[in-house]
């Protein structure tokens, strides 16, 4: 497994970071996760454009430009032979000792990429059976449209639902509405069949996928509405799904223990994953 670290491409037991670097002691950084499919990063650019704004929000200076980008994503992936899975960046204020202000003389910010290939037919699998969620409060800050590496209440959160075998959780926040998932957006499908997933302030992260989606939903003729909803209300949905670069789009069965819908993947979260792929499919 090679990796790419500040400058060098290197076997994954020897990539290091310094016990000093910003990531490493304050989560003082941003990452982007891209999905590939058949060789080809999909809708590439906005995860660019994502990543600028992460840094741009944390005053973080990019560690290296677009172009310099570009090649080493495709040198990470070729390197590791990915043809089908992700490719993972994470930008750091950079290595400094330990104060909370930033550093005084600038830094260069840290830039490591790496690569994973994942079997196509397990994500198949899941979207088939369809999965369960389990809600639990939103403990993170108010500004989690920055994607930073500081993503302890995700992980608490996603922990919680795999000890009560469920696949994802549902983030609440104190007025009972739903956020987001800890890694995806969160949609349900009303009983009218308008789709409805939260706006993209300053409390969810604007989802790559759900942007796509969003689009694709115009294209589609159907309706969507962008706005908050309750628990209660994805408890009475006919359908609900998550989007994500891991999950693509994944229909929820599932939610705290009683089943949405008929309790079975419904039609549109099963047709949007289908014209998903096939938007995947073009980026080559
Ligand atoms: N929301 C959160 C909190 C996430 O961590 C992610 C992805 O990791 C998403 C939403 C989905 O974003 P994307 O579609 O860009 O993967």
Known sequence: RIAYVNGR????????????????TFSDGVYEVCE??????????????????SLRELRIDPPVGQGALEFILREVLSRNKVSNGFVYLQATRG?????????????????IVTARSVDPK?????????ISVVSTPDLRWKRVDIKTISLLPNVLARQAAKESGAYEAWLIDADGMVTEGAASN??????????????ADQSILRGI?????????????????????????????????ITGATTLVT??????????????PGPIAQKLRAV??????RSH
């Open 9 to 24: 491409y290197v076997e994954g037991r020897h990539a290091m970071v310094h016990i000093d670097d910003r990531g490493y």
């Open 122 to 130: 397990k994500g198949e699998t899941a979207a088939l059976k369809g």
């Open 36 to 53: 590939v499919f058949r060789g080809a990063l999909i809708d590439e650019q906005r995860h660019y454009d994502r990543l600028a704004r």
């Open 209 to 241: 996928t759900r942007t796509a989606l969003v689009e694709i939903i115009a294209a589609q003729g159907l309706r969507l509405e962008e706005r908050k909803f309750s628990l209660t209300e994805a408890f009475g949905a006919r359908e609900a799904f």
């Open 95 to 111: 290595v400094s000792p330990r104060d909370h202000a930033f550093p005084q003389t600038p830094v260069r910010a840290s830039l």
């Open 186 to 199: 969160a949609w349900i499908v009303d009983r009218s069949g308008t789709i409805i997933t939260r706006e």
């Open 276 to 281: 998903f792929h096939e938007h995947a499919a």
């Open 251 to 264: 229909p929820v069965v599932m939610i705290d223990g009683r089943p949405i819908g008929e309790g079975l």
